[in-house]
């Protein structure tokens, strides 16, 4: 059974920085990409970073120079570090894998994690 477990959310003052880590764990054969997406109150969910298996990354405008996305793919680990956080980036940040192949192989999905606050006061 797939399973993603993020860490690494909590409450920090502006300016400060977090590192959030997401674990996929299971009969794992392939992951094409893996990304961050974040949810705040009434809001929809929106991407933060994502990042290939070849390690072509892609950012929201607001994160970029400040939030840095990689991977493990040994480990089936993805990490997004986090500097200068602003008040608005308060939100829940999930984990996502996208592209999932499973042993034994069927066709591939996508996963989702259960969610890190991370919380930036001002």
């Known amino acids: 059974q797939v399973q993603l477990v993020e860490s690494g959310g909590g409450l920090v003052q502006a300016g400060g920085s977090l590192s959030l880590s997401c674990v996929v764990s299971?009969?794992?054969?392939?992951?094409?990409?893996m990304g961050w997406y974040r949810q705040a109150p009434g809001k929809q969910r929106e991407l933060v970073a994502r990042?290939?298996?070849?390690?072509?990354?892609n950012y929201a405008d607001s994160d970029k120079g400040r939030f840095t996305i990689s991977r493990d793919n040994a480990k089936n680990t993805v990490y997004l570090q986090m500097n200068s956080l602003k008040p608005e980036d308060t939100a829940v940040y999930y984990c996502n894998a996208e592209g999932l192949r499973s042993l034994p192989l069927r066709g591939a999905r996508d996963y989702w994690g259960q969610g890190t606050q991370v919380t930036v006061s001002s």
């Open positions: 299971g009969s794992i054969f392939s992951i094409d990409a």
């Open positions: 990042i290939t298996r070849g390690g072509s990354t």
